[in-house]
């Protein structure tokens, strides 16, 4: 007969029978998100935000977009100190895992020309970001360090997160385009319909319930971070 005692051990043991698909769904899903950025740069049709001051800055010093994304992510981290975020497993491995993924992807892919073509590569890949968000996020790792830049700020500031949010986005697409990021439709596009595709896979992708009541992901959480980075 169980007992109340049990329970935490009956949660600690599901917990960790849980742990190699969490893990599993952190590193696919960060893999498949810098896929499918490479996907959206080899469109040409416009980026995700972040991407365009990515490729903005690739373009300055001559560096691969993959390798620009990591420096990023990590002065974006050191960020996180003043604002007493706390990095996890999946805020550290997103720095490194997305822009190799990215530069993998640009390499085994080639350029796309006509518009037939460009199109399709669009769309493929903000689904697919949106099926990697769902993923990486429903592992429960930690936010990605772009994230933890906009909660740590809202915290701070007291400025809504749609607010913080929109002041850091505007200013990271309008710093990409001035210095040659791409910005088009395809940024539009992302925009609207991310968020819709990431609240659908986050509910396709959660990790369920362990037995006894515990939860692997936190309640709400994966709702209200719909976007890595």
Known sequence: MSTHADSPHRERKG???????R?????????LYGASSALLVDSG???????VL??????????TIGVVSIFVGAAVLLLWIPLRQRPGLGTVSNVFVVGIAMDGTLALVPDAHALTVRIPLLVAGIVLNGVATGLYISASFGPGPRDGLMTGLHRRTGRSVRLVRTVLEVAVVATGFALGGTVGIGTVLYAVAIGPLAQFFLRVFAVRPA?????VVAAGQPERAILPG
């Open 211 to 215: 037995p006894g009541g515990s939860t």
């Open 54 to 63: 990515h490729q903005g800055l690739a373009e300055l010093t001559g560096l």
């Open 15 to 21: 917990s960790g029978r849980r742990l190699p698909r």
């Open 23 to 31: 893990l599993a769904q952190l590193y696919v899903g960060l893999a």
């Open 45 to 51: 049709l416009g980026l995700e935000p972040w991407n």
